[in-house]
Nanobody, 126 residues
């Protein structure tokens, strides 16, 4: 079974950038679409971005479109989230997740993901 470990979170000023990484164990990483979600205090976990199993397509939530970029390196079993022009409302715990369906483009629906990392905190100060 694949396990996920996020890193790269931290404290940054508004307008700054961070790059999150999600390292996966296991040999099947390249078969599955990956997603990033986030959860702010007192709120539900919501979709941020997803990328297809081969990196050929990506999709973003409207709130991050044009500022965030998802990418993956299947040789390194890692998916990334480059976050630019950060805003205070981006403050949340960020989670990566594996889509349950192999060889798929991914979806923005939380229930379609069956493996989650432990999360990494991103705090954007104003």
């Amino acid at each position: 079974q694949v396990q996920l470990v996020e890193s790269g979170g931290g404290l940054v000023q508004a307008g700054g950038s961070l790059r999150l990484s999600c390292a996966a164990s296991g040999r099947s990483f390249s078969m599955y679409a990956m997603g990033w979600f986030r959860q702010a205090p007192g709120k539900e976990r919501v979709f941020v971005a997803h990328i297809s199993y081969n990196g050929g397509s990506a999709f973003y939530a409207d709130s991050v479109k044009g500022r965030f970029t998802i990418s993956r390196d299947n040789a390194l079993n890692t998916v990334y989230l480059q976050m630019n022009s950060l805003k205070p409302e981006d403050t949340a715990v960020y989670y990566c997740a594996i889509n349950r369906r192999p060889y798929y483009s991914g979806t923005p629906y939380r229930d379609d993901y069956n493996r989650w990392g432990q999360g990494t905190q991103v705090t954007v100060s104003s």
